[in-house]
């Protein structure tokens, strides 16, 4: 069984300024790693997945991630944030014998002016 | 850009009724699924469905539970006999591959 583990359940930070959220997962088998932004009111919006090839990953928005399978880590980033970016962010993660989305509880980012 | 629809985006139902929540997924995906998010709580998998049949589902997935492709465009989930701990955000899903997922705007379900 597979689990998500998001390490921060609220993350406050200034535009303009860098963030990072924070996820870390467990699984037995080879995993597919994904980060969806909910805002209010809102769907899922996938902003970026790792299926395999390069560890760095880029989406949309400005966001990155890198995988690091020895601290199995997937943790989201942003250079520069804009109030545009406040909402809920969800680490998920699914495995090669799996066909669901295990989901952490998500990091709501507050940008602050 | 193509999308997940789901319809209708609010329900609300008495306790004991049956509810059918409708989705149209990407018209080139293969793999369709259910999650559903109670209020405050991580979404939770409900079921997969794959060359028409449930590829997998989980413990939440119970008989009460079903889903139907019935005409290759639209998938439903339906809840026969709806109980309150039913009230939630449903989402649709499908994706092009196995495990990835791309998501509607969810369906609130309120059940009174």
């Known amino acids: 069984a597979q689990s998500v583990t998001q390490l921060d359940s609220q993350v406050p930070v200034f535009e303009e300024a860098p963030v990072e959220l924070r996820c870390n997962y467990s699984?037995?088998?080879?995993?597919?790693l994904f980060w969806y932004v909910q805002y209010p009111n809102q769907g899922l919006q996938l902003l970026l997945k790792?299926?395999?090839?390069?560890?760095l990953v880029k989406g949309i928005n400005g966001f990155e991630a890198e995988f690091n399978k020895s601290q199995t880590s997937f943790h989201l980033r942003k250079p520069s944030v804009h109030i545009s970016d406040t909402a809920e962010y969800f680490c998920?993660?699914?495995?090669?014998?799996?066909?669901?989305?295990?989901f952490g509880k998500g990091t709501k980012l507050s940008v602050i002016p | 850009e193509p999308e997940v629809t789901q319809t209708p985006s609010h329900q609300v139902t008495q306790m004991g009724q049956e509810v059918i929540l409708r989705c149209v997924p990407i018209?080139?995906?293969?793999?369709f699924y259910w999650y559903r998010q109670i209020l405050g709580q991580k979404v939770e998998f409900l079921v997969s469905?794959?060359?028409?049949?449930?590829?997998?589902k989980s413990e939440i997935f119970d008989d009460q539970f079903s889903v139907e492709r019935p005409d290759g465009s639209n998938f439903t989930l339906k809840i026969r006999s709806t109980k309150l701990e039913d009230s939630a955000m449903y989402f649709c899903?499908?994706?092009?591959?196995?495990?990835?997922?791309?998501f509607g705007q969810g369906t609130r379900l309120t059940v009174v």
């Open positions: 018209s080139n995906h293969l793999y």
């Open positions: 790792y299926l395999s090839g390069s560890t």
């Open positions: 899903a499908s994706g092009p591959a196995r495990g990835e997922a791309f």
């Open positions: 699984s037995s088998v080879s995993v597919y």
């Open positions: 998920a993660v699914s495995d090669q014998a799996s066909y669901q989305l295990t």
């Open positions: 469905f794959y060359n028409n049949e449930i590829s997998e």
